[in-house]
């Protein structure tokens, strides 16, 4: 059983910065693809950005290229994301997930981490 714990979201004006990390236990971290999701308010969650095992390739939504930066530290078992020119529609919950290998937009484990919220005030 993996066990998935996000932290690093709050409240920032529109044009700011946040970085979010999750920390992974239970399974040998280092073997996954990583990636974060986000699921805005009466929407369906949504792919936001991945990351290989060894942190050499990414992959990122359209909507946040160029804004956000995802990034891991294999020895501390942990995956960021720095979110630069935050907007109001980047409001969500995120969490974070391994991602399957060969479509990084799907997440493996059905069981989710309670997420951290981000909610920008325009």
């Known amino acids: 059983q993996v066990q998935l714990v996000e932290s690093g979201g709050g409240l920032v004006q529109a044009g700011g910065s946040l970085r979010l990390s999750c920390a992974a236990s239970?399974?040998?971290?280092?073997?996954?693809?990583m990636g974060w999701f986000r699921q805005a308010p009466g929407k369906e969650r949504e792919f936001v950005a991945a990351?290989?095992?060894?942190?050499?390739?990414?992959d990122y939504a359209d909507s946040v290229k160029g804004r956000f930066t995802i990034s891991r530290d294999n020895a501390k078992n942990t995956v960021y994301v720095q979110m630069n020119s935050l907007k109001p529609e980047d409001t969500a919950v995120y969490y974070c997930?391994?991602?399957?290998?060969?479509?990084?937009?799907?997440?493996?484990?059905?069981?989710w981490g309670q997420g951290t919220q981000v909610t920008v005030s325009s």
């Open positions: 997930n391994a991602v399957n290998p060969l479509s990084w937009s799907t997440p493996v484990f059905g069981s």
């Open positions: 990351i290989s095992w060894n942190g050499k390739r990414t």
């Open positions: 239970g399974r040998t971290f280092s073997n996954y693809a």
